[in-house]
């Protein structure tokens, strides 16, 4: 027996035992340590890390608060609506927070409302920007990116470690590690592997806020819509879409524990259905559902065929539209 553990011991120790003890030693997810901020104010090359967790231990860590009280709330779509365009349209006494998380999910987001809400945290503004896929049960977007952070979930603490460590795990991930530690600049890379982004990055730990200002750069310049960039905008259909209605009781439970909250704080909310690339329309249905639970004057529908999905110009690709689009909505929103 004790020879029998030996070989196995040995035979476990370059397969688990060293990127176990590697895993540790790097922390590529920024999950196993404490981070003063996860990111630098300006960074370029870096491991893609989980949002939903980087936005909950962020706000989790400020020893202040109860002076945050305007919150964003979304999925990566969310990002592009900057503080500083929200500001001007609030109190000057107001302080905002990005509290996103990449292919948000209403349960996520459910938490992140209970979570503020039993900390004492006031949410006298708040932007929820949604999409169908925040809605629906079957969320498509899965993966170590996806899972809740335990600081929100402490029943998702093996899961989400799980998770992250398979992603850690996979081969192609491992290439784009060492390309990242070889060429640790985002001028000068192979572009290997997953898991690794290589364009600037603007971020601040105040507000947890992301930009990317060297798109807006190349856009300016007139390098951003390459032939490669502009073939993914694909024909859209010529009669608008309308997509199958998805919010059912679990979902109404949730919101409604949400707009009894928002209800208490008195908050001034207002929610905004994405304008997608893809022109299909949120379907009515669960329009009229989320107007009855949060009032019907607190929903804003850019869903469809409009003047913002028309032009895709609008768009870095056929998922996120740019900032000025975003800022267009809130101006839009709050001069109503």
Not at 153 to 165: G, Q, T
Not at 169 to 174: G, K, S
Not at 222 to 234: G, H, L, S
Not at 288 to 302: A, D, K, P, R, Y
Request: overall charge negative; hydrophobic content about 40%; charged content about 25%.
């Amino acid at each position: 027996m004790k020879g029998f553990l030996q070989k196995t011991l040995r035979f476990l120790f370059p397969i688990v035992i060293i990127p176990l003890v590697a895993y540790i030693a790097i922390d590529p997810f920024k999950i196993l340590r404490e981070y003063d901020c996860f990111y630098s104010r300006e960074t370029t090359a870096r491991v893609v890390l989980n949002k939903d967790h980087v936005s909950a231990v962020t706000f989790n860590k400020k020893p202040n608060k109860a002076t945050y009280n305007s919150f964003i709330f979304g999925n990566s779509r969310s990002i592009f609506y900057q503080t500083s365009d929200w500001k001007p349209l609030l109190d000057s006494t107001d302080r905002c927070f990005h509290f996103d998380a990449s292919s948000e999910t209403l349960v996520a987001l459910h938490k992140k409302v209970i979570y503020l809400h039993d900390k004492g945290v006031k949410m006298d503004n708040v932007l929820m920007v949604i999409d169908r896929s925040v809605l629906d049960p079957n969320n498509p977007w899965k993966g170590h990116l996806t899972e809740t952070s335990p600081i929100l979930d402490r029943a998702n603490l093996l899961r989400f470690h799980k998770a992250l460590f398979e992603a850690y795990l996979n081969p192609q991930f491992i290439i784009g590690l060492a390309n990242l530690y070889i060429y640790d600049n985002f001028e000068v890379n192979l572009n290997l592997g997953t898991g690794v982004e290589y364009h600037p990055l603007q971020y601040d730990c105040e507000t947890n806020e992301m930009r990317l200002e060297y798109f807006e750069e190349l856009m300016a310049e007139e390098n951003y819509y390459t032939k490669d960039r502009v073939k993914q905008f694909f024909q859209r259909p010529i009669k608008e879409l309308v997509s199958s209605a998805v919010i059912g009781q679990d979902q109404k439970t949730m919101l409604k524990e949400m707009a009894i909250i928002f209800n208490e704080n008195s908050t001034d909310l207002h929610i905004i259905i994405s304008p997608l690339y893809g022109q299909t329309a949120m379907n009515p249905t669960d329009i009229v559902c989320l107007g009855e639970l949060f009032g019907q004057e607190s929903i804003h529908n850019f869903s469809g065929k409009n003047e913002l999905t028309e032009d895709f110009h609008n768009y870095y690709e056929i998922s996120h539209y740019r900032p000025h689009v975003a800022k267009f909505i809130m101006d839009s929103v709050y001069s109503e």
